[in-house]
């Protein structure tokens, strides 16, 4: 006798749920954090600060998306790094090889991730758990050897070498460091905007319900298969805005933007920072540069000093920062109430 | 009305469903009661699209539903709970009743607008106060009792309006007590809602005291179908189930 019996898979409750905010909330906090950033080069001088940020905005776009897939939708993909290489590379080679302008180099590189994600959407996401896991690791190493074999049009594992032209487009100049730290800036928040939106969205408690218990939400009457491919095309297209970010920051695209360690990274970045709240992978991707960048300055073994960290929010607090922080505030909050009655 | 003609299912070679023909009018309740094995959550997988039956045809108000995938037989209009409470575990009750209007509502995959959408309030509200759910709206489902769990269940199938309410053991896992609740829920809710409703239960004297229709099924057969009273003088059904659960009792 064969029964429909769903499996329950208990996550930890999204905090953020739990108190809706209207729209223009979030919209507000939008528009100080990019009055920050913007702001935060004049406090500071430090030069590395802005390449900082910069990074924090191409890896930042990359593990959020990425956690439309793993913390709404309870897709873990090992293979999301392939669309923030798609993104470096297919916007590379327009500006290096097509006349075109940067927002429309832009906006043919997100064309192209998307056709890409819908086509191996369609294989991936019928699998389940590990099998969707390895299949999408497995793309991913498909398009890394494609990289690396098609050498005269990609540079093979030189990479895109000779820079990238930045023709000024509405009166931005993104060989200028400061216009180009903005610009990355403002792709970020809204980017960040709008992945907010997604999980926000209707579509986004489809996710949380296809996460929950797909048996069920197939019994309402939703489309799983389909509403899985949107947001893995969705998700596909925020990390190559990523790899664009990554790919005017170095000037070029390298190989190993688009080698399995991208996507291990924003596996690691979710980890730290947790993936039960919208904010916490941005969270994780600040924590894990900085770990990066002290651990490589003080040792030469950056991948033990990972290791050990890894292990302790695995291990130690189970969970990511920012889901410790979010139960620790609801337990005193809880706690302080039942001291008041 | 819900037409099952011939549908059979097998396993290998275990027949779970044999050539069952049934009729459920419009409007009615049915309990479809059986031994373990008897095929009955099987049955009730075959009209709701999680198998696709060997052969037979599946008629609501004319419509052949077999071959077409459970969404899709959903939105013609057969809910479904299920025996071990189907929900999901990190929505509160009241998103997850939101959320399920907004499915029926075609609008699962709205991007630009949030959550919840004003339009799926009325329909959720309702269906939370038809079976008791509406004080526990803020719950997290994975905190509720295993009765209101159940409950939770069988509003999200309600809560698509549909035309055919299919019910997998709705007391299962209660006490003598609990039981009653939950069974005078559902009739409550059948009358007030005038939707057929079909169930599956193990305890006879809900079944004879609360359905005016009933059907046992024993290996996969249609043993025998008709009112409490013919049922309970139906001597097939007193030597496969009644007789040996009667003499089970006694041993």
Redesign the interface.
Known sequence: ??????E???????AD??R?R??YFDILIAIVAFAILVTLPMLFTSKALPDFVIRCAAFGLFATSLNLLVGYTGMISFGHGMFFGLGAYGFGLLMQRADVSIPTAIVCTLLISAVAAVVIGAICVRLKEIYFAFVTLAFQMLIHSVILSWQPLTGGDQGLRGGIKRPVFWGIDLSNHTHLYIFSCALLVIGLLLMR??A???????L??I???P??????????W??KL?VFVLAAIFASVGGIIMSLFVSGAYPEFAYWTISGEGIFINMLGGVTTFLGPMVGTVLLLILNDTATRLTEHYGLVLGVVILFFALGLRKGLMDFVVDWLQSRRESSKGRHS | MLQVQHISKA?GGVK?TDDVTLDFATGSLTAVIGPN?A?K??FF?LI?G??KPDTGRILLDGTDLVGR???DI??HGIG?A???A???????VG??M???V???QR???????????AETRDRAEYAMELLGLAGKRDR?A?TLSHGDQKLLDIA??LV?EPKVLLLDEPTAGMGTEERWRMIERVHELWTREKITVVFIEHDMDIVFKIAPSIVVLCYGRILATGTPDEIRKNSAVIEAYLGTEHHAGAA
Do not use: C, K
């Not at chain 2, 189907?86 to 509160?92: E, H, V």
């Not at chain 2, 609008?107 to 959408?117: C, Q």
């Open positions: 006798m064969s029964e429909v019996r769903a329950t898979s208990v996550v930890t409750r999204s749920s739990a809706p209207p729209w939106q997604i926000q969205s209707p579509f986004g408690y489809t949380r319900m996460r929950d218990n048996v069920r939400a197939s019994f309402i009457g939703i489309n799983v389909r509403a949107t | 396993f779970a094995g095929g959550s099987t997988n709701t999680a198998l995938s459970p969404p959903v939105r479904r299920f025996q071990v189907s929900i999901f575990p990190s929505l509160t998103e997850a939101l959320a399920a907004g499915a029926d609008r699962a995959g709205v991007l630009h607008r949030r959550f919840p959408l997290t994975a999200l199938a698509l």
